[in-house]
């Protein structure tokens, strides 16, 4: 599976974006999504989760209630609607995918897409 974000850009504090995850290849349904981020400096962290079906969603608390993530699988693409945006989700966004469970641990994902930039201005 290769991924591919993007949807991201310059904002202002308190702005929306909705970043998407196209995957290539006929296997996407079977595998759960996840979206981290990695801020200047910083480790890469983890910000929320989909299952391969949809009905199952993880979020860190820091974007609870502001953050939502979907999935298309027939356009084999997954989304995060960022809402109520704070300077501190300033990061490169990275999508991410694997076919066992659900998890938070960015180093159990099998595949990665390229990352694209938040900013959040104040």
């Known amino acids: 599976v290769q991924l591919q974000a993007s949807g991201g850009g310059l904002v202002q504090a308190g702005g929306s974006l909705r970043l998407s995850c196209a995957a290539s290849?006929?296997?996407?349904?079977?595998?759960?999504m996840g979206w981290f981020r990695q801020a200047p400096g910083k480790e890469r962290e983890f910000v929320a989760a989909i299952s391969w079906s949809g009905r199952s969603t993880d979020y860190a608390d820091s974007v609870k209630g502001r953050f939502t993530i979907s999935r298309d699988n027939d356009k084999n693409t997954v989304f995060l609607q960022m809402n109520s945006l704070r300077p501190e989700d300033t990061a490169v966004y990275y999508c991410?995918?694997?076919?066992?469970?659900?998890?938070?641990?960015?180093?159990?994902?099998?595949?990665w897409g390229q990352g694209t930039l938040v900013t959040v201005s104040s």
């Open positions: 991410a995918g694997r076919s066992a469970v659900v998890t938070r641990r960015f180093s159990e994902y099998d595949y």
């Open positions: 290849g006929r296997t996407f349904s079977r595998y759960n």
